[in-house]
Each structure stands twice: as C-alpha cells, then as structure tokens.
C-alpha cells in the first residue's frame, strides 16, 4: 500500500526535516503551509490556517492525489506548524490568542477530520506539541495553553480512533535551533547562554532529532495516546 505522509508547516524547521525524512523512507508528501516545502516532489497546498477557509484547498487536492486502493493510503499525518505568541494573562490581544489558536489547535483537528476517510489501518496522527504543553513560563500564555490543548486533542484522538488500526502521540520537542526559537529570542547572546545552560547536554536540539522521533512514533503502533518528550534532559531548578 502506498505510503503518504501529511504534513503542516513543512516550508521549513521541523516539519521541514520530518518531510526530508519521510521522503528518505519512500513517502509521498503533501504539504500544508503558506510557503512551500522545497524538497522535490512535494505536493504543496498554500493554506494560512488562520484563515477560515484554508481547508477547501485540501479538500479538492485530496481527492486527485491518493490512490485509488479504495481510495486510502497508509498516512503519516504530523501537525507541526504553529505560530509562538507572546503575550501573558492579562495582556494577550483576544485576536492574537484566537490566531494561535486556529493555527496550533484548531487546524490540527481539521486535519485529522479532513484526512480520517483516507487513511487505511497502520496510519498514524503525530502531533508537534511542546515542552510547555506540560509546563508554562511567563508571557507565552496562548501559546501555553494552545500546546496544553494540543496534548488534550491527542488523548481524545487516541479514545476517538479506537478500533481503527490508528495510532497517535504527542511529540513535545525542547529547545530546537529552528528560526522560530531564533525570531523568539532574538540575538541576545545571554538569553541563548541561559538557555542552553538549562539543558543537560548544553546545546539546541536540531530539528531532524525531533524529526526523527516523529518518524519513530509514526512507525510504531506500541506508542498511542502517548506524550513523548524530546528535550535532551532540561535541568531542574
Ligand atoms: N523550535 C523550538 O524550540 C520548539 C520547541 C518546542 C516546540 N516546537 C514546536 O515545533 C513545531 C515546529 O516549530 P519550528 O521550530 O519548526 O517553527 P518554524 O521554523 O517557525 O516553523 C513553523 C511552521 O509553521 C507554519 N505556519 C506558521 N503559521 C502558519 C499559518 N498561519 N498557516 C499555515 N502554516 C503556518 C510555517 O509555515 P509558513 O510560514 O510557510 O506558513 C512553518 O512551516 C511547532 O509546533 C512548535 O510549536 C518548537
């Protein structure tokens, strides 16, 4: 059975090095973000998931693209776009924490509606969630509560998809050296000091570590309903 892999936020970072490493293992790919996924191959669909409308595009391109084995694949499907806002309780725009939330949340749950009557047993929905899907820091608080949901939509996935032959899991990523980490704390050499000084191996992650460990949840059935965390080791204080 053919292999397709779905995935949000593929133009780059994460989602960028799980493509690479899907097409390595032989996966068709889509991709769903505003910029491309340029890897050769990719099937990309322009969606700004905090647009009302994005997932007409999917839809229509859906249709065309699997094949025609009663019209499912083994799908791979991983949510890793997402947007990090700043902002805490008491101060966060009401327009900004609804935006983080169709992005990091909302779109993760159309999706998987969107791709279920495609997807054959052996598929899988891997979520890229956060370390701060189980803790929060301040001034971060949509984003914080957006990964806590996230976790929440992966639990009732797993409930949900039982008996289906489709398993799904959390993959919370720590610091990684995306330009998502990079535009969040800018060029401030002590805050990047202070950072890796809080990880036990006392470096960033790179994201085909992370991409890695999506591959592997993918591919192992054992791992439902599970939060994996991938931080190399955060240091206690
Ligand atoms: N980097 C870290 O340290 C870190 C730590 C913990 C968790 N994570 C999680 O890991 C995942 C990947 O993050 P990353 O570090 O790879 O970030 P990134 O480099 O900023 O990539 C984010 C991706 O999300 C897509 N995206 C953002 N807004 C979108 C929108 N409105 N519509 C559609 N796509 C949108 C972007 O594509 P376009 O801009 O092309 O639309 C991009 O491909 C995220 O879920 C993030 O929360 C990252």
Redesign the pocket.
Known sequence: MAKVLVV????????FATAQRFAREGYRIIN????PCELPGVINIT????AADWSEALAAVLNDVFPHEGGRAEVALVH?????TKGGVGGVESAQFRQCFE??VVAAAELVKRLLPYMAQGSSVVY????LGEKAVSNTAAYVVS?HALIGLMRSSCQDLAGKGIHTACVC????E????LEHIGSDEQVMASIVSGITQQRLLR?EEIADVIYFCSNNAAVNGAVLHANLGQIER
């Not at 949000?8 to 989602?15: E, K, Q």
């Not at 890229?128 to 370390?131: C, F, I, Y």
């Not at 995306?178 to 980490?181: A, K, V």
């Open positions: 949000s936020g593929g133009s780059r970072g994460i989602g769903l973000s505003r910029r969606a700004d998931f905090s890793s776009a997402a947007v990090m992005v990091n890229v969630g956060s370390t990964k990523p720590g610091f990684t995306t330009e998502m980490l994201p």
